[in-house]
DNA sequence: GAAATTGGTGAACAATATATTCGGTATTAT
DNA sequence: ATAATACCGAATATATTGTTCACCAATTTC
């Protein structure tokens, strides 16, 4: 991809970024994107076909990152339940959250949080699913399978949410296995 | 209130219903509401002060009328807790959403369902609260209590949305065992 | 039932936002 | 060097929002 090409989306996800952190999506213009990204009003007509679709591509760039890189590591292993496990998946992706690469953190607990938990749970669904063993319980036993994965993926994200409205007070050990608890 | 304004009134909702059930909340016009609903365009604004506002107290309008309906009749009896309670708030709760009042299902499980399914979840809060002593259970004593209780809202509104996305196929006790047996 | 009050009408309007077009310029790749 | 590509920016057509105002109709009050 042409180095002028990846400067101007960058460019744009940056002032989107910035600006979704001010203010509620839809009262964010397409003219206020190219004002702060210094961009010309067709170039980002050029890249993206609307602004709905600038918030897909970069639901898509942050959460496919971030679950490649919790997903990939411990994947497989079908590991008995434990709270305390040191390579749970889940205690990984609060960690990597922790970091705040681009400032996903501002995202998901800004004005415009419930949108991105939102995509990230849809998201998080396919991990659950990769992950299952870990999660051999009893009472998944008297549920439908797709219940109970839905169930874990929520149950993440509601934990994320708590998290994040408090402040992130707790430890992503702590938060881990609050959540290990809950679900 | 006049009884003008009681039809007015009733007319944009309908419409506004309507509208929700085909498209995106986005999408939607004022001039598309009030060709639907008839009514001029100064009426529309002399009633709601913007297309948000009116979400608003659409929403109000749904669920303070199904979450009063549900809640009071069996409140603070403090039961141990049994899958099976015959008087059960959540019962009762997916019941009446099986009555599909106001069309609340079509909203619910249409393509603006994560709209309310994410404004049920605030109101249900506090019905929560109000039914804590439901589930004393052993793992809430290790969780801070305000975790407790957004999971137990969280999870309710998860197996509605199961439930919705699989067609209601489960009848009412079955979708309150699994909703008791999740949470 | 007449008068006063209130609500609705519809057209016109300014202000704002969207999405496209196009000739010209700068950057990149080969 | 040259061809291809990306960006610029201003102009433009179109659509939406929210307000105003003079006029008409329904309702309430006495």
Known sequence: MDRRQR???EAIFSAFIGLLSEKEFGQITVG???????????????????????LKELCEELFCHILDASGKESCGHSHIFACDAPD????????????NDNNILLLLSGQNNELFLQYFQEKLRQLVVDHLPQFAQRKNRCLPESFW????????VQTLRWWLANGMAESPQTITEYFYMAV
Chains 1, 2 share one sequence.
């Open 149 to 156: 994965i839905d169930h874990i993926a929520s149950t993440f």
């Open 32 to 54: 206020e994107i190219i004002e702060k990204a210094d961009v010309g009003r067709a170039t980002f007509y050029a890249h993206f076909e609307t602004k709905d679709f600038l």
């Open 88 to 99: 749970s998946v889940f205690l990984h992706l609060f960690q990597h959250l922790l970091k």
């Open 7 to 9: 400067k101007t989306r």
